[in-house]
């Protein structure tokens, strides 16, 4: 990234907005601010029946490609001074909404008009026209990842996710080597290659440099494309994943919004993450972060010209090409299931 692109005041370092002051820390107190700004908009509710969704839906469908994104901005960019530097109050109240995925895949859909479609995404449209068993074959993840299963077992028994689940590394990749297609297909329909934490450890123990987890997340990627993931309670959630962490990715560069990680939703982080999110802001300050204000770390709201940067990326690496699939199917079960696509959305998130 070359550092003559960006305007002189600006600060890559501390990546904040050029004009804005770039606070030492920056933790503001929740005083409500966020109720006032955008908050009678009518595309920034949050459904809770039927009827309120087919409102919301017919209200996004009545605004422009220019409006959603224009409006975004306008939003987005909000700000009011504190004594620690800039607050952006209502990223807090975008974050998660129907606008904000209504805006994403619009916003995605231009860029990817506006750009070439990227070597991997070329690929990927080839390779989800052939059968399971050439992916296996010539995905280099899935290449790589499988040279000689001798069955040994050694990944199970040491996998977390198969003490928790019907799951089992080494019969995956027992499926993977036979590569019977009816068998992939259903094994890519099924649960299963949802149930791996991603978590590397057979892949560091298994005698013959296997690697389940990179085979897993190379079929997870198969089932997305063939749309076969929407098959199964965890792959429909893939819908929702696409939106929470390619939507923080997409707009704020950074795959948490740390402010959101409500520990009811995130039970999974244990009882170290419930102590430290009662007291966020202090956690906020000790670090001299904060998701909603200019200024430094992982958590602040990321300069444009960074963020075109890491755009780029999601494009020239396919993830562009996955998201607008995931969608396209997500759509599809819409339509099968009478609902509207943000109904859709939050049913595959909450099911199961
Ligand atoms: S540890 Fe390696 S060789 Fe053993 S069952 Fe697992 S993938 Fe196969
Ligand atoms: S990466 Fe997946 S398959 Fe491998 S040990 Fe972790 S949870 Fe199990």
Not at 85 to 91: L, M, Q, T
Not at 100 to 115: C, F, G, P, T, V
Not at 312 to 322: D, K, P
Request: with cysteine.
């Amino acid at each position: 990234m070359s550092s003559s692109k960006f305007p002189a005041d600006f600060d890559l370092q501390r990546q904040a907005f050029p004009g804005d002051d770039t606070p030492e820390r920056s933790a503001p107190e929740d005083t409500g601010l966020q109720n006032q700004s955008g908050a009678n908009a009518p595309w920034l509710d949050r459904p809770t029946c039927p009827e309120e969704y087919r409102r919301l839906r017919l209200c996004l469908d009545s605004l422009s490609d220019r409006e959603i994104l224009e409006g975004y901005r306008i939003l987005r960019d909000e700000k009011v001074p504190r004594a620690e530097g800039w607050y952006y109050p209502n990223v807090r109240i975008l974050h998660g909404t129907a606008f904000e995925r209504e805006k994403d895949r619009r916003e995605q859909k231009i860029w990817s008009e506006a750009h070439d479609e990227s070597e991997v995404a070329r690929w990927y449209r080839e390779a989800r026209e052939k059968p399971c068993a050439w992916w296996v074959e010539n995905h280099i993840i899935a290449r790589h990842a499988l040279t000689s299963c001798m069955s040994c077992g050694v990944c199970t028994s040491l996998c977390p996710a198969a003490e928790f689940f019907d799951y089992n590394p080494r019969t995956i990749m027992e499926i993977v080597q036979e590569k019977d297609e009816q068998t992939l297909v259903e094994l890519l329909r099924s649960d299963t290659i949802w149930y791996c934490y991603q978590c590397a450890s057979c892949k560091v123990k298994c005698p013959r440099q296997n690697s389940p987890f990179g085979m897993l997340s190379s079929l997870r990627q198969l089932s997305q494309l063939k749309g076969y993931h929407v098959h199964s309670i965890r792959g429909r959630q893939q819908v929702a994943a696409r939106h929470l962490w390619g939507g923080n990715l997409w707009n704020r560069a950074c795959s948490l919004y740390y402010r959101d990680s409500h520990p009811e939703t995130h039970r999974d982080f244990g009882p170290r993450h419930e102590t430290l999110y009662r007291s966020i802001e202090i956690a906020f300050r000790q670090v001299g972060a904060c998701p909603d204000m200019s200024g430094s770390l992982s958590a602040r709201k990321i300069h444009p010209e960074t963020l075109q940067e890491v755009r780029r990326l999601w494009h020239a690496g396919g993830a562009l090409f996955l998201w607008q699939m995931i969608d396209e199917a997500a759509a599809r079960g819409a339509v099968e299931d009478g609902l509207t696509i943000d109904e859709y959305h939050d049913k595959a998130k909450t099911e199961g």
